[in-house]
């Protein structure tokens, strides 16, 4: 395991799933992490869950990433705890699959704003607080490297994910703040557990992805202790895909 001893990090939409996962690994390699997310009774019971497992100190925080005030507050609480911020997992997302000629402008606005503005007001406000350089990781998906007529608006979220990582990532190198992204596959969550019920779904995705079954969050979360670590020094503007040979089949 790559060592944060003493590092403190924000993730966003981290009271369950992926976002959960991650958070937990990063406790488990020493940081001290602020879990963040719409839901304070359940965000709450994710910090106390994570201190209790890893001895670490945690600190719950709603956010709505797609208000820029909630932010701010968020950053603003995490430096009054902790005294500074080292890294960022931009995590916090939705899915809304519906054919891209009935999608509403309602439906855009709510998917863009969390999705791709969230991403933007996150890192924004993190960069004010890691004066001695910094990591962030954006979590993307393999949705944002390819073409789909019903999750064409969270493809399109997802590609603007990948690409604001690289202009993060040329902006911020003079500060030494490294950012990148993880473009994850299947992965078993709250998210997809309606496609995975779904017989024909599950056999077209499993039969889509080369190992032959979904991801689980721990999976992805690994890699992002990674990208957060001295392991990952010389890496800016990278999106790493995990997605089970999904791309190469």
Do not use: H
């Not at 709450?44 to 820029?68: F, S």
């Not at 997802?158 to 003079?174: E, G, H, N, R």
Request: hydrophobic share 45%; net charge neutral.
């Amino acid at each position: 395991m790559f060592s944060l001893t003493n590092k403190v990090a924000i993730v966003t939409g981290s009271r369950r799933g992926i976002g959960k996962a991650i958070a937990k690994a990063l406790a488990q390699a020493g940081a001290n992490v602020i879990v963040s997310d719409i839901d304070l009774s359940e965000t709450q019971a994710t910090a106390d869950e994570i201190a209790n497992e890893t001895g670490q100190q945690t600190l719950a925080v709603k956010c709505d990433v797609a208000q820029k005030s909630e932010v701010e507050e968020m950053v603003k609480a995490t430096v009054e705890k902790f005294g500074k911020l080292d890294i960022l997992v931009n995590n916090a997302g939705i899915l809304i699959g519906k054919p891209v000629l009935e999608m509403t402008n309602e439906e855009y606005e709510k998917l863009m704003n969390i999705n791709l503005r969230g991403y933007l007001f996150c890192a924004q406000e993190a960069v004010k607080s890691m004066s001695e350089g910094g990591r962030i990781v954006n979590i993307a998906s393999i949705a944002g490297m390819f073409g789909s007529p019903v999750w064409a608006l969270y493809c399109a979220s997802k590609a603007s994910v990948i690409s604001l990582t690289k202009s993060l990532a040329v902006t911020l190198a003079p500060k030494k703040i490294l950012v990148n992204a993880i473009a994850p596959g299947l992965i078993e969550t709250d998210m997809t557990k309606d496609l995975l019920a779904d017989q024909k779904m599950r056999e077209y995705l499993l039969g889509r992805t080369p190992l032959g079954r979904p991801g689980q969050p721990e999976e992805i979360a690994r890699v992002a202790v990674f990208l957060a670590s001295d392991g990952a020094s010389f890496m800016t503007g990278t999106t790493v895909v995990a997605d089970g040979g999904w791309l190469a089949g």
